[in-house]
């Protein structure tokens, strides 16, 4: 009886993650897409807020939040379906960081936040191939705080961050006059926030950064996936299209074959994330999560890279151009790969943590 209880659980599960997925997928190219993507490029802002508000009527920023605090109460296998459709279409709001935002915020920023109203970022970093939250650089003291932070992703335009110091993390209001913000544009469009803080009003939250932190990381993991799928499939279309001696370049074996290199990448690194999604909602020890996700986000970190790469390769000539679409999951790659470590950062992590 537990048994065939326990499966029609799992199946129902199962349903609810495919409806996710496809919801998420719908809404996100029905939206526009990569051409959306292309719209806000090299933009102050980086982004839409318009969608940010509709992201936030769907209900992903509070996906794993419990239902009594506004929240959908899912898990993570549901989470990393609405990064992956995220992925697949390039997605250029601060969406994989916003939905690790939830769960450091106080009732009265949550509701601000989940109702769109304020959009807030973390602000964590202060080195770079790290991932430790606090630094030190950054302190909290009489209700300010004065520091640093880092690499803060489509952070110049947003209400307010959510910064991590050795007291705990602190809401500071984008407008105070405390902070000042310098941006750096990225290679795919969007840019890079340096937040500098002099005595910035601040509040406390009791959030934990270095939760959200592995959070963030195995959801960018299935970002990376989603982009990676999105360009071999693309690939695979060209293949089928283009023709050279009066044959579809696909036909030709040395090229089937680096695809089918590029598809084993591709099934490992989605059975990588299934398997940190599963060790988060199965509440597995600390260390165990914390390899799962190493191992996830090293691996779609290297695989994005290389399939995103050889996309553009096989498409020749044509694929190196701005004007065509695949070049721009290789520019995204090369952002998403390092957010919340990079390859070489969760490689060691993994080295030491099963030592």
């Known amino acids: 009886m537990n048994t065939e209880v326990q499966q029609t659980d799992q199946s129902e599960r199962e349903q609810n993650v495919r409806l996710v997925r496809d919801s998420a997928d719908g809404l996100l190219k029905g939206r526009g897409g990569i051409s959306r993507m292309r719209s806000q490029r090299f933009t102050a802002q980086g982004f839409d807020r318009a969608i940010w508000s509709e992201i936030c009527e769907m209900g992903w920023l509070g996906m794993r939040l419990p239902e009594e605090i506004g929240g959908s109460g899912m898990g993570m296998l549901e989470s990393v379906q609405v990064a992956l459709a995220a992925g697949t279409h390039l997605v250029p709001e601060p969406l994989i960081s916003g939905m690790c935002t939830s769960a450091l915020l106080d009732e009265v920023a949550l509701e601000q936040y989940l109702s ?158 299934e398997n940190a999604a599963r060790a988060f909602d199965a509440q597995e020890p600390l260390a165990v999560r914390q390899a799962a996700v190493s191992r996830a986000k090293a691996r779609c970190s290297d695989t994005a890279l290389l399939v995103t790469r050889q996309a553009v390769q096989l498409h020749g000539a044509i694929g190196y151009t701005d004007e065509y679409d695949v070049g721009l999951f290789l520019r995204s790659a090369m952002c998403h790969s390092v957010m919340a470590g990079s390859s070489a950062v969760h490689r060691a992590r993994f080295g030491q943590l099963c030592c």
Request: with cysteine; glycine share 8%.
């Open 116 to 273: 769109g109203a304020k959009i807030f970022v973390p602000a964590w970093q202060e080195a770079t191939n790290s991932l430790d939250p606090v630094g030190g650089d950054t302190q909290y003291s009489e209700g300010t705080v004065t520091g640093r932070k880092r690499f803060v992703w489509q952070g110049s335009e947003v209400d307010g961050f959510v910064v991590s110091t050795p007291q705990g993390c602190m809401l500071v209001e984008a407008k105070d006059e405390g902070v000042s913000i310098h941006s750096t544009p990225t290679q795919d469009g969007g840019h890079w926030a340096d937040i500098e803080l002099n005595r910035a009003v601040a509040r406390p939250l009791p959030g934990n950064m270095s939760s959200s932190i592995e959070e963030a990381a195995l959801l960018e993991a299935s970002y990376l996936l989603g982009s990676a799928q999105a360009a071999l499939s693309m690939t695979l279309e060209f293949m089928n299209s283009r023709k050279q001696f009066d044959k579809p370049i696909g036909s030709f074996q040395a090229l089937q074959h680096r695809a089918a290199d590029l598809k084993i990448f591709l099934a490992l690194s989605e059975a990588s994330v």
